[in-house]
T-cell receptor
Framework: NAGVTQTPKFQVLKTGQSMTLQCAQD?????MYWYRQDPGMGLRLIYY???????DKGEVPNGYNVSRLNKREFSLRLESAAPSQTSVYFC?????????????FGDGTRLSIL | AQTVTQSQPEMSVQEAETVTLSCTYD???????LFWYKQPPSRQMILVIR??????QNATENRFSVNFQKAAKSFSLKISDSQLGDAAMYFC???????????????FGTGTRLKVLA
């Protein structure tokens, strides 16, 4: 059971470089999410996709773009990386029915911007 | 807008003892879901327990139970017979009912780091 798969697990970038974080889920979930986790800040939502073909901004979208390529995949792009984007990034997915479905998380990507 | 507050940045408990982690939230909605997640040093986010707001009965999962007080907007997690493997960051999360709110967001608290002392 792969669940939610994120690649890469670690990445170091220089300021101004671009990069795409990949996320794929094999649970046939409709909704997918990107979070960043910083010390003392918990998880903050960057973007989410309620269903294939739709994306919406979360709490901290500036400096990021996303693509919901298909139902399985949801990528996060940093067009011009900045040191403030150094963080751990989590992708998650969930069902969106009326049962209390939790989110399923990937293992995270530790991104350092120098 | 909904908010989730975890006022205890860090807690400690002796092995085999009981500890309670606090979580409060603010919402004007009547239908919603609440979750506790555990994040060990491996960084993986693991669901601990969930609660539907319309259910008055508190959820339990083995050694984990919640005290859900809807009127007080409180959702605390009790860990009984604490084990060394319980040491982790614990996050409280809120989700609106997407069918009534139209939103699919989850809102997380800032976390409580739990240390278990041998």
């Amino acid at each position: 059971n792969a669940g939610v798969t994120q690649t890469p697990k670690f990445q170091v970038l220089k300021t101004g470089q671009s990069m795409t974080l990949q996320c794929a889920q094999d649970m046939n979930h409709n909704s997918m999410y990107w979070y960043r986790q910083d010390p003392g800040m918990g998880l903050r939502l960057i973007y989410y996709s309620a269903s294939e073909g739709t994306t919406d901004k979360g709490e901290v979208p500036n400096g990021y773009n996303v693509s919901r390529l298909n139902k399985r995949e949801f990528s996060l792009r940093l067009e011009s990386a900045a040191p403030s984007q150094t963080s751990v990034y989590f992708c998650a997915s969930s069902e969106d029915d009326r049962v209390a479905q939790p989110q399923h998380f990937g293992d995270g990507t530790r991104l350092s911007i120098l | 807008a909904q908010t989730v507050t975890q006022s205890q940045p860090e807690m400690s408990v002796q092995e085999a003892e009981t500890v309670t982690l606090s979580c409060t939230y603010d919402t004007s909605e009547s239908d919603y879901y609440l979750f506790w997640y555990k994040q060990p040093p491996s960084r993986q986010m693991i669901l601990v327990i969930r609660q539907e707001a319309y259910k008055q009965q508190n959820a339990t999962e083995n050694r984990f139970s919640v005290n859900f007080q809807k009127a007080a907007k409180s959702f605390s997690l009790k860990i009984s017979d604490s084990q060394l493997g319980d040491a982790a960051m614990y996050f409280c999360a809120y989700r609106s009912d997407p069918y009534t709110s139209g939103t699919y967001k989850y809102i997380f608290g800032t976390g409580t780091r739990l240390k278990v002392l041998a």
